[in-house]
């Protein structure tokens, strides 16, 4: 059976540097918290837990040792919340995600009104909207052409959550031309989710049998492993190499790996070797 790696998998830059960056606070035994999970999977928050790391809900449960925010980033209030407790602050945002935040409130200063296109609620659709807030601006979130109200005209900034696919920024774009506004357009969004993409579904319509590595609470890793099904019936989306069943290689010789943006070197490895294992 040969095991192929897809072209682009795994932990993207901001991720992989927001990892590094927790584990060399915690190196010389102190602690730290992060607001929220670090990242989206549950072995790697377990891990991190173990050398000290751990989740909290909000910046009041920061009672000791460092406060990572993670590459989401936050807004400026929880920042300044932070800064408050009077404990170190290591920022982990991701430089792509704070480019993005910058350009929110630029915009909101030179055309008073912005709209964030992404997903309502999102930790880092939430950051931008707050920068936007902050710099005076009023702002509207729209992931699609239906969240585009009638009745917006004059000048409007725009900017983008770093993951949003490029279809639906155009499609958002495409409806406020369609509605006379004009459009002052920053775009931020990030190859990095594409590139997985786009190289997963090309390795996926090669193989008999796809393995998309992740936790099953990262939304980047479902859509690959939605993205190959939709092109090779034998996917299968598994967070640990002790998931996979030989009988879903029944038959097979080429079989293709690929893995989320929060998914660590080692597990796709892990996986990698358990495959090849099976003969
Ligand atoms: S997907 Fe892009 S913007 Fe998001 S953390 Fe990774 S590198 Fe940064």
């Known amino acids: 059976m040969n095991v192929t790696r897809a072209k682009c998998a795994g932990a993207c830059y901001g991720v992989q540097r927001a990892l590094n960056m927790a584990l060399d606070t915690v190196s010389e035994g102190s602690r730290a918290v992060t607001l929220g999970p670090l990242i989206h999977n549950p072995q790697v928050v377990a891990q991190l837990a173990e050398r000290g790391i751990r ?19 936050v807004t400026p209030q929880v920042r300044r919340e932070i800064e408050a407790r009077g404990l170190p602050v290591v920022d982990a945002t991701c430089p792509h995600v704070a480019r993005a935040q910058k350009a929110a409130a630029k915009l909101a200063r030179e055309c008073g009104h ?4 992404g997903e309502a609620g999102h930790p880092e659709v ?7 807030r ?32 490029r279809e639906a920024f155009e499609e958002v774009l495409a409806a406020l031309r369609d509605r006379g506004v004009e459009c002052v357009v920053k775009d931020t969004v990030c190859l990095a989710t594409r590139e997985r993409q786009e190289s997963a ?21 479902t859509r690959l492993a939605e993205i190959c099904s939709l092109v ?27 893995a989320g943006a929060s998914t660590p070197e080692d597990q796709i490895a892990a996986v990698e070797a358990r495959i090849a294992s099976l003969g």
């Open 134 to 165: 902050e710099a005076g601006g009023e702002v509207l979130v729209a992931g699609r052409e239906a969240d585009v109200p009638a009745g917006l005209s004059g000048k409007v900034g725009v900017v983008v959550q770093t993951t949003q696919t």
């Open 114 to 117: 912005v709209v964030v296109v």
């Open 55 to 73: 989740a909290v809900e909000s910046p009041e449960q920061a009672v000791e040792g460092s406060v990572i925010i993670r590459s989401h980033g």
């Open 201 to 221: 579904a090309a390795l996926a319509r090669e193989v008999d049998a796809m393995i998309v590595i992740g936790g099953r609470n990262s939304s980047n890793t």
């Open 232 to 258: 090779c019936g034998n996917t299968h989306h598994i967070e640990r190499a002790s998931e996979l069943d030989p009988v879903w290689f029944d038959q097979c010789t080429e079989v293709g790996i690929t």
């Open 126 to 132: 939430e950051g931008l909207v707050a920068y936007a």
